[in-house]
């Protein structure tokens, strides 16, 4: 079974929207991590913002902020007034207990802000 | 520039040479991270150091794959016999202490097997 699942492999958004990209993760550790990359099309991995399992708020950074619902086992990526500068892939990933901090990534949603 | 470095960018190579990457750290990490991505997915786990030991080998690191962090600084992955399965983004990635949540990662070495 896949540990991280994104759902949606591309989406268009016009400039100054907001955008949900979901993603669901698979565990049954209790200390577990929760990631969000940018990936632009030069290839570096961007990081964006950290959900831990035992947070009890959402986490922000800025125009990012994750929806966590830890009983629904989903994480989802909010970006507020989107830029055109915010076209490029986005993954999820996950770090579980004991695991040397090691990453499990989604295989990524490709976002395209249109002007 | 204090990022994480990462040489060569691109590497072309012919089926069954040897090639080696490198990667240097921030300089204050004392992890490292290995990873490797195919086109269109998510990276995929391959190795992690802590300062010079290796604590951790996927699965996905055969044994034409071998990594060193010698001097708990910089770090090399060699590929030996290249297969064109193995041509991929490596990502190398560090972080440090109590920020380990926070992996920064390099622009990565594009390998093509041809």
């Known amino acids: 079974a896949q540990k991280i699942t994104q759902t949606q492999p591309g989406m268009f958004v016009q400039e100054k929207e907001a955008v949900t990209l979901d993603c669901t993760y698979d565990?049954?550790?209790?200390?577990?991590?929760l990631f969000w990359y940018k990936q632009p099309s030069s290839g570096e991995m961007i990081f964006l913002i950290y959900?831990?399992?035992?947070d009890e708020q959402n986490a922000t950074e800025g125009r990012y902020s994750l929806n966590f619902q830890k009983a629904r086992k989903s994480a989802n990526l909010v970006i507020s007034a989107s830029q055109l500068g915010d076209s490029a892939m986005y993954f999820c990933?996950?770090?579980?207990?004991?695991?040397?901090?090691?990453?499990?990534w989604g295989a990524g949603t490709k976002l395209i802000i249109k002007p | 520039d204090t990022g994480v470095s990462q040489n060569p960018r691109h590497k072309i190579t012919k089926r069954g040479q040897n090639v080696t990457f490198r990667c240097d750290p921030i300089?204050?990490?004392?992890?490292l991270y290995w990873y490797r991505q195919t086109l269109g997915q998510g990276p995929e786990f391959l190795t992690y150091?802590?300062?010079?030991?290796?604590?951790?080998k996927s699965r996905l690191l055969s044994d034409r794959f071998s990594a060193e962090r010698p001097k708990g600084s910089f770090s090399t992955l060699e590929i030996q016999r290249t297969e064109q399965g193995d041509s991929a983004m490596y990502l190398c990635?560090?972080?440090?202490?109590?920020?380990?949540?926070?992996?920064?990662f390099g622009p990565g070495t594009r390998l093509t097997v041809t």
């Open positions: 990635a560090s972080s440090f202490g109590s920020r380990v949540h926070e992996q920064y």
């Open positions: 300089s204050e990490h004392n992890r």
């Open positions: 150091f802590q300062n010079e030991a290796q604590l951790e």
């Open positions: 565990t049954s550790d209790q200390s577990y991590g």
């Open positions: 959900q831990g399992s035992y």
């Open positions: 990933a996950m770090r579980e207990e004991d695991s040397n901090y090691q990453l499990i």
